[in-house]
């Protein structure tokens, strides 16, 4: 790294949202109400393979659809009750931990002992809503769920009440490998929609990016697994370098235009760069 | 909503990820850690107004001078210990909610009083961290870092280990209101970021973005502030209705042209809809 000028220094303008991709693959996670924004939220959330429990009084077909085509972990048409937020949890996996929390609150020594590792993981990964998302008209049952998943650390979204949401949902494109997220920060959804559909999309769709990830993987795993193997700090810099040079050689249009025999050809350059295209 | 036909659904594609907008303005982040991959989760932490905490043995300049701008919260250089991850909590919010906890779990008609309402939307908005982020070149002490956040239910993000993140880190653009993050899930980071420079910010960079916000932003507030007020369903509803309307009446490259005074125009035509351009 360079040596930044201090006197100088970009500061990062304030005021946006923090854009993150959420890893619920495997995770439960909870929506709570069973119509348009409902489905909406599901979309999302079997993109991103999670394990989906819905609970409503009332629920559209298009849900049930999901379910009897076994896309759904979990459905119950039926009113909301609180314990639906730990319905997913072993009786005292949270007592456990909770014995754990305040045993450990006071130490900085405490070792993390398998056991304990264990609980935490299987309670992480396999027991607890990774989030819950409400989608429903009823405020005051809305607001409870909120607090109630503030009080057992869930994060939450409550559709239309920015207050109360730990996350937006921002205007998502998808096309394979590649996805895309745009937001105004919640000034115009629908200005971010129209420029998603008119500006980026039309940049987009001419181009095979899906191959060129397809042979940039190739030539990542390759390049690990056999022409430059191994895993001490020397090998993993001298196998990035070259990675990244032979990455920045083509441009976005020729890697969407590639072929995986072309990419073994450039393989057996290593450790030499290719010098002409 | 149309009724959809349920034997020709389109089923969203799995193996993406969640993108979402996370909001953490006001609320504690921890970075743990002090060099290159700190300051890159620092810049991003800063665009979403998050108060944040540096702890790490060694602290490069660029946060040294962060931190003199006023901009960090709190930053410590020393090691980490496992007590900083409460840090910002009143030492008795944690054993206060855990009663709570206990109490509500067996039950789903327990009331939610006012005392407990602040006492969680306290520890939530001002005490806890709303996400732990680690950059550190010491796996061993980071892993136990993940298992202790997952104790205390904190989000958490180990670099490069994905396997122990809850979130990933996208590639995004930032121009004002307007915020882009552009994903290959995973697969090639280096190639998602050619593809936002060398594709999606041309074709965005023509375009008053910001204009275009602010003008639909007054819109929107003089719609519902002036011209058609008031919080009925009905009102919203037509108020919705209209706004969609005008919105979609002039193209992306028009609204980003687009003024104060052609949209007050706009508004005095309400309930009826532009005709011409």
Same mark, same amino acid.
């Given at each position: 790294m360079t040596t930044p000028d201090l006197d100088n220094l970009e500061i990062p303008q304030p005021n946006g949202s923090l854009m993150l991709a959420w890893q619920v693959k495997d995770r439960h996670v909870l929506v709570v109400g069973g119509g348009d924004v409902a489905i909406s939220r599901v979309n999302h959330l079997l993109q991103a393979n999670a394990k989906i429990t819905i609970i409503a009084k009332d629920i559209d077909p298009v849900l049930h659809k999901y379910n009897e085509l076994g896309l759904i972990y979990h459905l119950e048409e039926r009113p909301f009750k609180p314990t639906d937020l730990t319905m997913h949890e072993h009786p005292k996996s949270r007592t456990k931990l909770l014995a754990y929390q305040q045993s450990l609150?006071?130490?900085? @020594?405490a070792i993390l002992d398998e056991t304990f590792i264990s609980l935490v993981e299987r309670f992480d990964k @396999?027991?607890?809503?990774a989030m819950v998302l409400t989608a429903m008209n009823d405020y005051p049952t809305s607001l409870s769920i909120y607090h109630r998943c503030k009080l057992l650390q869930l994060n939450v979204n409550l559709a239309d009440k920015p207050a109360q949401c730990d996350f937006y949902f921002g205007s998502v494109y998808r096309h394979g490998s590649l996805q895309l997220m745009i937001s105004t920060n919640g000034k115009s959804p629908r200005f971010a929609n129209r420029l998603k559909t008119q500006i980026l999309i039309p940049a987009l769709v001419p181009l095979d990016v899906d191959n060129a990830v397809a042979c940039l993987g190739h030539l990542r795993r390759q390049l690990k697994e056999v022409v430059c193997a191994g895993s001490d700090a020397d090998t993993i810099k001298e196998r990035m370098k070259w990675n990244k040079a032979v990455t920045d050689f083509y441009s976005v249009e020729e890697w969407c235009r590639m072929d995986q025999e072309k990419v073994n050809e450039l393989l057996k350059l290593y450790p030499k760069l290719p010098t002409k295209k």
């Amino acid at each position: 790294m360079t040596t930044p000028d201090l006197d100088n220094l970009e500061i990062p303008q304030p005021n946006g949202s923090l854009m993150l991709a959420w890893q619920v693959k495997d995770r439960h996670v909870l929506v709570v109400g069973g119509g348009d924004v409902a489905i909406s939220r599901v979309n999302h959330l079997l993109q991103a393979n999670a394990k989906i429990t819905i609970i409503a009084k009332d629920i559209d077909p298009v849900l049930h659809k999901y379910n009897e085509l076994g896309l759904i972990y979990h459905l119950e048409e039926r009113p909301f009750k609180p314990t639906d937020l730990t319905m997913h949890e072993h009786p005292k996996s949270r007592t456990k931990l909770l014995a754990y929390q305040q045993s450990l609150a006071i130490s900085n @020594t405490a070792i993390l002992d398998e056991t304990f590792i264990s609980l935490v993981e299987r309670f992480d990964k @396999t027991e607890k809503f990774a989030m819950v998302l409400t989608a429903m008209n009823d405020y005051p049952t809305s607001l409870s769920i909120y607090h109630r998943c503030k009080l057992l650390q869930l994060n939450v979204n409550l559709a239309d009440k920015p207050a109360q949401c730990d996350f937006y949902f921002g205007s998502v494109y998808r096309h394979g490998s590649l996805q895309l997220m745009i937001s105004t920060n919640g000034k115009s959804p629908r200005f971010a929609n129209r420029l998603k559909t008119q500006i980026l999309i039309p940049a987009l769709v001419p181009l095979d990016v899906d191959n060129a990830v397809a042979c940039l993987g190739h030539l990542r795993r390759q390049l690990k697994e056999v022409v430059c193997a191994g895993s001490d700090a020397d090998t993993i810099k001298e196998r990035m370098k070259w990675n990244k040079a032979v990455t920045d050689f083509y441009s976005v249009e020729e890697w969407c235009r590639m072929d995986q025999e072309k990419v073994n050809e450039l393989l057996k350059l290593y450790p030499k760069l290719p010098t002409k295209k």
